[in-house]
């Protein structure tokens, strides 16, 4: 039923302690015996996934001594005292003071087994309730990072929440300013990796000549000007996270070096000859079509596969408009806070030039005019310097405003294709053909 002990045997008997184990056995449940108390608390931690079945009469520390210092570990492990003849009184008392159960000398193994049995599922319910809490915590979490009410972003948030536990490699793929670093970090602090170091390195803001060193990092003397010691990017994710971002960047002699690491999780300094093991959760991001590099000869195919073991894609504000005034009044209220100015209130015609906007830097550059808007000069940046004032505009007008930017995005997104842009904008063909005579978006059709 389990290859792993979820049973802690705790008896200095050995025939006793034998019989137990067998007893166990026969009925499927895997045993770890032990012959002290001290013993038994060196395999416990917060989250055993099992129950502790122990005698109160132990050499050194007692079964009531360790109930006590296992209430301390954890109050809801599951503890049952194995007790003789005559200390019923005790085994009450050690109820009160929270133990699971008891059996007195002499029992059945049916009686052993029943009582583990229970004390099993007990813990077994108590563990998946921790469980749900935290996934519930992590959701929170990432909810509060990832700002959105789309679809597409409520797709994103599953999609971190799904795979933050595990410790797949995950590609993330999107333009500049979507925030793909934000994703990883979420991506990081929902993972049992979040005591450890969230290392990020930009591969195209380094130049070729250091990269090797910053990654690797190198010994002494290894190199001309390398007067100490330096641990690298990934020895410092030890534990932790490594954000390759513009993964597109690397050097592909380097690339080689990397595939290595990841297949061996070994590394070796510049200037050394010896191994060190790394463990680490690997994220990289591209603002680039990696696979089409690959097959191009620009980007090695085997680091692609390797990387994309898991992949996120994250859309364009373009695509993404009904999030947009929730984006943004969540930057300026931020801003408010930073420059200890007033956030005012945005006016109707403000926003409209904001949702009609194609925002080329996404959700980076949202935020800079946010904060700009919060500093009173926002005229000096888009969209209010590209576009006249809408005061007077209709919500009709600025309906078909937002319209007129989405299907043109569309449009040229996918070449001026009539059937690949309606299924982006999820509206039948001939929808779409009315719309482009309206808005006059013909000459963006492909003929």
């Known amino acids: 039923m389990a290859d792993t002990p979820q049973i802690l045997l705790v ?24 012959d002290s108390a001290e013993k038994a608390l060196a395999q416990i931690g917060a989250d055993f996934p099992g129950i502790v079945i122990s005698d109160i009469w132990l050499p050194g520390m007692s079964g009531m001594d360790l109930l006590q210092a296992v209430q301390g570990i954890d109050a809801d492990l599951p503890v049952i005292l194995i007790t003789g003849h005559g200390d019923v009184s005790l085994a009450v008392q050690a109820m009160k003071n929270g133990a699971h159960d008891f059996i007195e000398k002499p029992f059945t193994p049916e009686a052993l087994v029943a009582a583990a049995q229970r004390a099993l599922e007990k813990r077994a319910l108590v563990l998946e309730v921790r469980a749900l809490r935290q996934r519930l915590q992590d959701r929170e979490s990432i909810a509060g990072r990832i700002v959105g009410n789309s679809k597409r972003m409520a797709l ?37 990796r979040r005591q450890g170091n969230f290392v990020a390195l930009n591969c195209g803001g380094l130049p070729e000549s250091l990269f090797e060193s910053e990654i690797f990092g190198h010994e002494s003397g290894a190199f001309t000007g390398a007067a100490k010691r330096r641990i690298g990017k990934i020895e410092h994710a030890n534990g932790g996270t490594l954000f390759l971002d513009e993964i597109e960047n690397m050097p592909m002699a380097l690339q080689v070096k990397l595939l290595r690491v990841l297949q061996e999780r070994t590394l070796e300094r510049l200037g050394s000859n010896q191994s060190i093991a790394v463990d680490f ?167």
């Open 11 to 34: 008896e200095d008997d050995p025939n006793v302690l034998h019989a137990c184990a067998q007893a166990l056995r026969i009925d499927g449940f895997a045993s770890l015996g032990v």
């Open 281 to 447: 959760r690997l994220i990289a991001a591209t603002k680039e079509n990696l696979r089409a590099l690959a097959e191009a000869g620009r980007f090695r195919a085997d680091l692609y596969y390797r990387l994309n073991v898991a992949q996120l894609s994250l859309p364009p504000l373009r695509e993404r408009r009904e999030d947009i005034p929730l984006l943004f009044e969540s930057f300026v209220l931020q801003a408010s806070a930073t420059y200890g100015r007033p956030a005012s209130a945005t006016s109707p015609a403000r926003m409209r030039q904001i949702m009609a906007y194609d925002w080329p830097g996404n959700v980076r550059e949202l935020r800079n005019v946010a904060e700009r808007c919060v500093l009173g000069i926002e005229a000096d940046a888009p969209p209010f310097s590209t576009q006249a004032p809408q005061e007077d505009l209709s919500l009709p007008q600025a309906l078909d405003a937002v319209e007129r930017a989405m299907i043109k995005e569309a449009l040229l997104r996918h070449d001026g294709n009539l059937t690949l842009a309606s299924s982006a904008l999820q509206i039948p063909k001939n929808t779409l053909r009315d719309k482009i005579r309206k808005l006059d978006l013909v000459d963006a059709v492909k003929k």
């Open 156 to 192: 994103v948030r599953q999609r971190i929440a799904d795979l933050a536990s595990t410790s797949v490699n995950i590609l993330i793929e999107g333009e500049t300013g979507t925030g793909k670093e934000l994703v990883a970090r979420s991506l990081h602090e929902a993972s049992p």
